[in-house]
């Protein structure tokens, strides 16, 4: 058991005196000092459990016990200095796990300090927030630079109030930044780099040659490392040779309707086939096709967005200011988005149909795709695309911890699990939006109630409205 080194009354003071220096009084930070000082033991009483098991059947009012940060007891004995929480008429699922995220964390716009470094620091806090607030208390970053280990220790550490951060390098041939590789050699040793640098997955991308790919997941292999991510643009017309033992992913529904000129069901059935015989899962990532075409039509779907309140200023100065989607876009354009979105929907259903397993991922970070609230509207993408609200739930739990190799400690409800779990007030097996409706959160054995999160969300909204002024996107590269 992993007991926190840090005296709290050391941590209240270092975050009081952080505050003192910055001038400024931060919720976000209370929170942080606040949970620090929670005590390690509760009891849900009374609650319903969605255990999200294979079998999955519901505990109707269950005693929960979570003790340092796991899951104790189910409908056993209460300790008695429990602190209690009532779970009458509520739901408990396991924590919620977002298989495609891109987390702001800090990074170089310019070249402002003489030894190089960033020059955008997020606040930490601020941004985890948006998990927390809905219940994501895993997440898989897909492009991760090594600033993203220093944000993962953060929480940790206890400092920051997060999620569980699982790390891909992402690798692309061409010229650009990054880690490139455009030789098998290249793609070989690229590997060896990620795993030395402590990556836990490697990402394949758009611009390798096929040779280059073979190489990096036939290497990723030797390392122990599972591979997913794009389609290799170079496999076009020979989609079958892509589809290799250790790619493990396809990272969007997009890779595949970018494979096909007629959008065809047939298409969609052979595409599940491919990828069915490999053992190659999907993350569809409806979402960002949705909000690509929306925004591809007007900036007002970004503008309107009722969460867009809590994005950073800089990142919706972005989205609104220099938007790639909406950006010479024409009503081809937007049909063509469209067509892909309703392809995707015939994706879905041939990949259930063939038996392929199929994960929530969202890619949040993309231009109108907001962290935490987007795993939501994907959710419920899925189920309209025709999973069952329990297939749904399970895309985000059991199976998506499965595929990060930590189905033994998350993923389900159940004595001996880390206790991630979400507090929810209504069924989301009767209606999937119910997963919005949280009543509390716990995030690695600590409780966060919607209170709380009420609280928090409402003075981020303020200080970035507050901020708009200071963080514009085409003056980036400038001191922030
Ligand atoms: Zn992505």
Not at 63 to 78: H, W
Not at 288 to 316: C, E, G
Request: aromatic share 8%; glycine share 8%.
């Amino acid at each position: 058991m992993n007991k926190r080194a840090v005296n709290p009354t050391f941590l209240l003071l270092l975050i009081l005196s952080a505050a003192v220096i910055n001038g400024c009084k931060n919720p976000s930070k209370v929170l942080a000092v606040q949970s620090d000082q929670q005590p390690e033991l509760y009891v849900i009483r009374d609650v319903n459990i969605i255990p999200m098991t294979a079998d999955n059947r519901i505990i109707p009012h269950a005693t929960v016990v979570v003790k340092d940060k796991k899951i104790l007891s189910i409908n056993e004995v209460v300790p008695a200095s429990a602190k209690v929480i009532d779970g009458k008429g509520k739901w408990l699922i396991p924590g919620l796990i977002d298989m495609h995220v891109h987390n702001i964390s800090d990074i170089s716009f310019g070249q402002s300090y003489p030894t190089k470094g960033a020059n955008f620091f997020p606040d930490n806090q601020d941004f985890m927030l948006l998990y927390v607030a809905n219940g994501v208390t895993t997440t898989l970053e897909l492009s991760a630079r090594p600033e993203h280990f220093g944000q993962r220790n953060e929480i940790i550490k206890g400092k920051v109030i997060g999620p569980r951060i699982a790390l891909a390098a992402l690798i692309d041939g061409g010229d650009g930044t990054g880690m490139i590789a455009n030789t098998p050699s290249d793609g070989r040793q690229t590997v060896r780099v990620a795993k030395g640098m402590g990556y836990d997955f490697i990402k394949v991308y758009s611009s390798l040659s096929i040779e280059t790919y073979d190489a990096i997941v036939d290497e990723a292999a030797k390392q122990g490392m599972k591979v997913l991510g794009h389609i290799p643009n170079a496999f076009k017309g020979q989609l079958q040779n892509a589809f290799v033992k250790n790619f493990t992913m396809v990272a969007h529904a997009e890779e595949f309707s970018k494979q096909t000129d007629g959008f065809s069901t047939a298409d969609a059935e052979r595409f599940a086939q491919l990828a069915k015989q490999s053992g190659t899962w999907l993350s569809p990532t409806l979402i960002t096709m949705v909000r690509i075409a929306q925004q591809a039509r007007t900036l007002d779907s970004v503008k309107n967005l009722p969460y867009l309140q809590y994005v950073h200023p800089l990142v919706s100065s972005k989205w609104l200011t220099s938007n790639q989607y909406n950006r010479n876009t024409s009503p081809d354009r937007v049909a063509y988005f469209e067509k892909m979105v309703a392809f995707h929907v015939r994706l879905v259903k041939a990949f259930k149909d063939a038996g392929v397993p199929m994960v929530a991922g969202t890619d949040a970070g993309t231009s109108g795709v907001v962290w935490g609230y987007s795993l939501h509207d994907e959710l419920e993408l899925l189920v309209n695309a025709g999973l069952t609200t329990e297939e749904a739930l399970a895309a985000a739990t059991r199976s998506a911890a499965s595929w990060l190799q930590i189905g033994d400690k998350l993923g389900t409800i159940e004595p001996g699990k880390f206790a991630d779990m979400v507090l929810l007030n209504a069924n989301p097996l009767e209606d999937i939006s119910n997963t919005r409706n949280i009543a509390g959160v716990f995030v690695n054995g600590r409780w966060v109630t919607h209170t709380t999160i009420s609280t928090m969300l409402a003075d981020l909204a303020k200080r970035n409205a507050a901020n708009k002024g200071k963080f514009e996107w085409s003056r980036r590269a400038e001191p922030m």
